[in-house]
């Protein structure tokens, strides 16, 4: 007996999610992530993870693969194996496992930095400040979003752990890159971005600088680019494996790396919404569907097309948000009550008088995650 299939049986229109009508991410709200480390392929208990699924009724876990770290034998020489891997297929291992039990799998993904032989191999692949210096974090280099790196290698890794390991989908906790604060001068930037405006990159952010505004329109163009990119590439997985990436409940975090949760809502085939379900939810519930009763946080992947239906061109995006501005569910186009009840990542700014502060969305969030004894964390396992 799977998980799935009692879960599934007291929804409405579990007929049609039983004969496969309706695809996972339209029957998929409680999820559990296990953050695996390094150590845990030595001692990591799936029998227990199993039984805490089970316990807790997840109909979809969120697993590690790789990016900065491999929990699988990779073929590419260069994406970092975890140190105690040893010759152990641990995604697929918990991939497995979790389809036996009729669960939905999404691979984890962090990839925006490697270690230092990546960078050895591939100095150009990396983002440079306005000294030339490589951009930094702890030990690791950053990697530019318009190198090879995001275009030719990371297309590669998801395609790579799709065919080896069928996962539903993959999302990437940081898929976006740099962020505003940190400017890339690398020459795939200074070419790109020339080609494009005619202009050099500006030397320093300044929101009265034209050069610096076209800067930040081009860089959030070049996130929806890598959105789209990378579903193409999880399309080896068939053509409901999508690539979603994670994003956050804070606006001014959204903006200040580039992540537009509006416009792939509204324009790409994919968009994705966490949404806190304290109070009323704005996130949309499918026709034939039913979310479960107690509180949790589903991640709501929404196709285009079971979404209200949007035949609009891309929405231009101000260099700056209004000075006020109210929130809507960019997914059901329905403005937000409180921040509890918001669509954490799919923001649409609207003019009005008075702004409602998103702040406490995020934390909603996290609270939220942990309801129904869904821990967030390998807990036991650290």
Same mark, same amino acid.
């Given at each position: 007996?799977?998980?799935?299939?009692?879960?599934?049986?007291?929804?409405?229109?579990?007929?049609?999610?039983?004969?496969?009508?309706?695809?996972?991410?339209?029957?998929?709200?409680?999820? $559990?992530?296990?953050?695996?480390?390094?150590?845990?392929?030595?001692?990591?208990?799936?029998?227990?993870?199993?039984?805490?699924?089970?316990?807790?009724?997840?109909?979809?876990?969120?697993?590690?693969?790789?990016?900065?770290?491999?929990?699988?034998?990779? #073929?590419?020489?260069?994406?970092?194996?975890?140190?105690?891997?040893? $010759?152990?297929?641990?995604?697929?291992?918990?991939?497995?496992?979790?389809?036996?039990?009729?669960?939905?799998?999404?691979?984890?993904?962090?990839?925006?930095?490697?270690?230092?032989?990546?960078?050895?191999?591939?100095?150009?692949?990396?983002?440079?400040?306005?000294?030339?210096?490589?951009?930094?974090?702890?030990?690791?280099?950053?990697?530019?979003?318009?190198?090879?790196?995001?275009?030719?290698?990371?297309?590669?890794?998801?395609?790579?752990? *799709?065919?080896?390991?069928?996962?539903?989908?993959?999302?990437?906790?940081?898929?976006?890159?740099?962020?505003?604060?940190?400017?890339?001068?690398?020459?795939?930037?200074?070419?790109?971005?020339?080609? #494009?405006?005619?202009?050099?990159?500006?030397?320093?952010?300044?929101?009265?600088?034209?050069?610096?505004?076209?800067?930040?329109?081009?860089?959030?163009?070049?996130?929806?680019? *890598?959105?789209?990119?990378?579903?193409?590439?999880?399309?080896?997985?068939?053509?409901?494996?999508?690539?979603?990436?994670?994003?956050?409940?804070?606006?001014?975090?959204?903006?200040?790396?580039?992540?537009?949760?509006?416009?792939?809502?509204?324009?790409?085939?994919? $968009?994705?919404?966490?949404?806190?379900?304290?109070?009323?939810?704005?996130?949309?519930?499918?026709?034939?569907?039913?979310?479960?009763?107690?509180?949790?946080?589903?991640?709501?992947?929404?196709?285009?097309?079971?979404?209200?239906?949007?035949?609009?061109?891309?929405?231009?995006?101000?260099?700056?948000?209004?000075?006020?501005?109210?929130?809507?569910?960019?997914?059901?186009?329905?403005?937000?009550?409180?921040?509890?009840?918001?669509?954490?990542?799919?923001?649409?700014?609207?003019? *009005? #008088?008075?702004?409602?502060?998103?702040?406490?969305?995020?934390?909603?969030?996290?609270?939220?995650?942990?309801?129904?004894?869904?821990?967030?964390?390998?807990?036991?396992?650290?």
């Amino acid at each position: 007996m799977t998980l799935l299939a009692p879960v599934a049986a007291a929804l409405p229109g579990a007929a049609g999610a039983q004969s496969g009508r309706l695809p996972w991410y339209l029957r998929t709200y409680r999820w $559990g992530q296990t953050n695996i480390t390094e150590r845990d392929p030595t001692r990591y208990d799936i029998a227990w993870w199993r039984e805490h699924w089970r316990r807790t009724r997840v109909q979809g876990v969120i697993i590690n693969a790789g990016g900065i770290v491999a929990y699988y034998p990779s #073929k590419f020489p260069l994406h970092y194996r975890a140190q105690f891997l040893g $010759g152990r297929d641990l995604f697929r291992e918990l991939a497995k496992a979790a389809h036996d039990d009729g669960l939905v799998v999404m691979d984890r993904m962090d990839s925006n930095r490697t270690a230092e032989d990546f960078y050895r191999a591939h100095p150009d692949w990396f983002a440079l400040d306005v000294q030339g210096r490589p951009y930094r974090a702890a030990d690791k280099y950053l990697a530019c979003i318009n190198s090879p790196y995001y275009d030719e290698y990371l297309p590669g890794v998801l395609r790579e752990i *799709v065919e080896r390991s069928r996962p539903e989908g993959i999302t990437d906790n940081s898929w976006a890159g740099q962020g505003r604060d940190s400017i890339c001068y690398c020459p795939h930037c200074e070419r790109k971005f020339h080609a #494009k405006t005619g202009q050099a990159i500006p030397r320093r952010a300044d929101w009265d600088d034209p050069a610096y505004r076209r800067w930040i329109l081009w860089s959030y163009e070049r996130r929806l680019e *890598v959105w789209d990119l990378n579903n193409r590439a999880t399309q080896a997985g068939g053509p409901d494996c999508i690539w979603s990436g994670l994003n956050s409940g804070s606006v001014s975090s959204q903006a200040r790396s580039f992540r537009d949760g509006a416009t792939p809502a509204a324009t790409s085939p994919w $968009g994705t919404c966490s949404a806190p379900t304290t109070g009323a939810s704005a996130s949309p519930t499918p026709p034939g569907a039913a979310r479960p009763r107690d509180p949790i946080t589903p991640i709501c992947v929404l196709p285009r097309r079971c979404a209200p239906a949007s035949t609009a061109p891309r929405p231009a995006m101000s260099p700056r948000p209004p000075a006020s501005a109210t929130l809507s569910c960019a997914a059901s186009r329905k403005p937000i009550s409180s921040p509890s009840a918001a669509c954490s990542n799919l923001w649409r700014a609207l003019p *009005v #008088k008075a702004c409602p502060s998103p702040r406490n969305a995020s934390k909603a969030y996290r609270q939220s995650r942990t309801s129904g004894d869904i821990r967030s964390h390998s807990s036991r396992n650290e």
